[in-house]
């Protein structure tokens, strides 16, 4: 089955994912995941998208959906795939197209306050990355990580005032794509806001219908 997800930053993508690749079988392909991959291997779309993100460009589609051509083209995408963070333009979704059928597209929605929420909770430890939430996850001392010591910050993209504009460019992005999607009676509408778990059985759910 060949899957699209999308949904605003904190709607849980990335952990919905991983859940959903463990029950399907098939690989989670995200564009930040195939970038990384071309750049270490030293690829020649890795040293032109290098060479862009160096400048403080974007990548251009037409890069882009080479490089998704190339990663659906690998033999463990034969039994499907979920497809994270592409396409994210019209160009992008009538690319893909042409390459390979989509079967569904799942439409994580949640409301903005709730995003919010969930993204300026986020709390970093900045010499190992590791992530916590001071409502769900929170550290044993209070502002502090609990292996190092070291206190921990907040990103600036967590901070309210960017997650409202983070989410303003999202919509901005993405309304073209939903409208193109339900206009071929892909999407798939998911409540995001209850635990994973509960999510994941609604998508799975929704997969089997």
Partial sequence: MNIVLLGPPGAGKGTLAALLKKEL????????DIFRSNIKNGTELGKKVQGILASGSLVPDEVTIEMVRARLGEDDTASG???????RTIRQAEALDEMDEIDAVINFVLDDEEVVKRLSGRRLAPST????HIITNPPKKEGF?????E???QRDDDKPEAIRHRLDVYREETAPLIGYYRGKGRIIDIDAAPAPEEVLKAVL????A
Avoid: N
């Fill in 205 to 208: 759910a929704a997969l089997k």
């Fill in 25 to 32: 079988d098939v690989p989670h392909i995200s564009t930040g």
């Fill in 145 to 149: 990580d609990d292996e190092t010591g």
């Fill in 151 to 153: 206190p921990l910050i």
């Fill in 129 to 132: 990355g590791r992530i916590y």
């Fill in 81 to 87: 795939y979920i497809l994270d963070g592409f396409p």
